[in-house]
């Protein structure tokens, strides 16, 4: 599983959407800090959950079209189970 590369596109994506993410949270720390309307605060909460979800979807694609893909045709049962291991951790 780990043999795999990803392409520089992919990795981009990703870490934009994380960069953004991050970003949000920096900005909640400071509206924290500055005694920000609680209602504000709860929606750029959720806004960074949702980043966080999409990154996730999409990491989570990726890793399917990819490397569980190879690791089905290679009949690699341990990268299969720890796939398995990382989803019930994400879950």
Same mark, same amino acid.
């Given at each position: 599983?780990?043999?795999?590369?990803?392409?520089?596109?992919?990795?981009? #994506?990703? @870490?934009?959407?994380? *960069?953004?993410?991050?970003?949000?949270? !920096?900005? /909640?720390?400071?509206? +924290?800090?500055?005694?920000?309307?609680?209602?504000?605060?709860?929606?750029?909460?959720?806004?960074? #959950?949702? @980043?966080?979800?999409? *990154?996730?979807?999409?990491?989570?694609? !990726?890793? /399917?079209?990819?490397? +569980?893909?190879?690791?089905?045709?290679?009949?690699?049962?341990?990268?299969?189970?720890?796939?398995?291991?990382?989803?019930?951790?994400?879950?």
């Amino acid at each position: 599983m780990n043999a795999h590369r990803h392409s520089p596109e992919h990795k981009k #994506r990703i @870490a934009n959407r994380l *960069a953004r993410a991050a970003g949000h949270l !920096e900005k /909640i720390r400071q509206m +924290v800090d500055e005694d920000a309307d609680c209602a504000e605060i709860l929606i750029q909460l959720a806004a960074v #959950r949702s @980043a966080l979800t999409n *990154a996730s979807k999409e990491i989570i694609n !990726e890793h /399917i079209d990819h490397c +569980v893909y190879h690791a089905v045709q290679e009949g690699d049962q341990k990268a299969l189970e720890e796939f398995r291991t990382a989803i019930d951790k994400f879950i």
